[in-house]
């Protein structure tokens, strides 16, 4: 006899799009890294917008209290999809 095996059962997927705690940056952090790209007065003028902008709709930005990080993956997939 013949066991069939249900192909419609998966194993537990980790989330990709769940960001690592190495992927979070202060603002300011980023624009040291990447002085090529962004001054500091843009990341802040960035994160004081994010509600106009869509950081906040990609889910770049974190803020936790006082503390706003940038989740570094998306901010960059938000900048590639805006060609801001």
């Known amino acids: 006899m013949q066991h069939k095996t249900n192909s419609n059962i998966s194993s537990p997927v980790h989330e990709v799009d769940e960001p ?6 202060k603002p300011e952090d980023l624009a040291r890294e990447r002085p090529d790209l962004f001054s500091d007065a843009k990341m802040k003028w960035l994160v004081r917008q994010r509600h106009q ?3 906040s709709d990609a889910a770049a930005i974190v803020k936790c209290g006082r503390t706003v990080l940038v989740v570094r993956s998306k901010f960059y997939e938000w900048l590639l999809a805006n060609k801001a």
């Open 53 to 55: 902008n869509g950081l």
């Open 20 to 25: 690592c705690y190495s992927d979070l940056i």
